[in-house]
């Protein structure tokens, strides 16, 4: 049920670049051939799910607008600052990019797989367990801490706004289809707004998604069924011994 207050999400309405702000000799300018002057995401569903080949530059892009919204490079709310050093890591992306709110929504979180451990430990030292549900996320699995985050932290209690990369990483089938549920609460709830990245059909399937593809022509609108991962997904389920056979 959508929020009483006037605005919904989504909140982050359009992305575009600062020109006098791009360095071409920096990456990800100097590789990603999409990132051209014009390149600009115009945000109109409450989860916009960013698909693309490994090296398409999904994760840049998801990394620069966390950033940008005044998130941690390596993860977390906006107030998880000191579990790592900033400026041991990043792009040239983030400063260069100009964001629309409609409000500005400075909660929410980020959620990047390949540093998920290292946040885990910070978390887990802060010393707060109910915030994700009871207990100690590194006494858990991999994929049971990711959904104790998810149900506990990244409830639609309010307005926030969430940045994931791959958040399927860590998830077995079952649990991306528990995730899924959750992202459909996000879409109906009117108080999140969510951007990932994902390789997995199973997301990517959420009815009222915005699922764009991103290759070195820009984004475009694409349904899952048309993305290579659902077809290759498909064809392997249907007939496992072919992709046996030698090319």
Same mark, same amino acid.
């Given at each position: 049920m959508a929020a009483p207050s006037a605005l919904t999400s989504p909140f982050l309405r359009r992305l575009g670049l600062v020109a006098e702000r791009i360095d071409r000799r920096a990456f990800p300018?100097?590789? $990603? %051939? @999409?990132?051209?002057?014009? @390149?600009?995401?115009?945000?109109?569903? #409450?989860?916009?799910?960013?698909?693309?080949?490994?090296?398409?530059?999904?994760?840049?892009?998801?990394?620069?607008?966390?950033?940008?919204?005044?998130?941690?490079? !390596?993860? &977390?709310?906006?107030?998880? =600052?000191?579990? /790592?050093?900033?400026?041991? %890591? &990043?792009?040239?992306?983030?400063? /260069?990019? =100009?964001?629309?709110? $409609? #409000?500005?929504? %400075?909660?929410?979180? !980020?959620? %990047?797989?390949?540093? !998920? !451990?290292?946040? /885990?430990?910070? $978390?887990?030292?802060?010393?707060?367990?109910?915030?994700?549900g009871g207990g100690l996320l590194h006494a858990r699995s991999h994929g049971e801490a990711f959904m104790a985050m998810f149900r506990h932290r990244l409830a639609a209690k309010r307005q926030a706004i969430y940045f994931m990369d791959e958040p399927e990483a860590a998830l077995s089938p079952q649990r991306q289809l528990a995730f899924r549920r959750l992202m459909a609460e996000w879409r109906d709830s009117g108080t999140v707004q969510a951007v990932f990245a994902t390789h997995s059909p199973i997301l990517m399937s959420l009815p009222g998604a915005d699922v764009l593809w991103l290759d070195e022509n820009g984004l475009r609108p694409i349904r899952p069924e048309e993305t290579p991962h659902w077809r290759i997904y498909k064809a392997f389920l249907a007939n496992p011994r072919r992709f046996d056979e030698p090319d």
């Open positions: 300018f100097d590789t $990603l %051939r @999409f990132l051209t002057s014009d @390149f600009a995401i115009e945000f109109r569903s #409450p989860i916009t799910i960013v698909v693309g080949e490994n090296g398409s530059g999904k994760s840049t892009l998801i990394e620069a607008l966390a950033v940008a919204s005044g998130f941690n490079v !390596f993860g &977390g709310s906006q107030h998880h =600052r000191g579990y /790592a050093s900033e400026g041991e %890591r &990043g792009n040239a992306l983030a400063p /260069a990019l =100009r964001l629309s709110w $409609l #409000p500005r929504v %400075r909660n929410g979180f !980020f959620l %990047r797989a390949e540093s !998920f !451990f290292q946040l /885990a430990s910070y $978390l887990d030292a802060e010393g707060d367990p109910a915030a994700h």
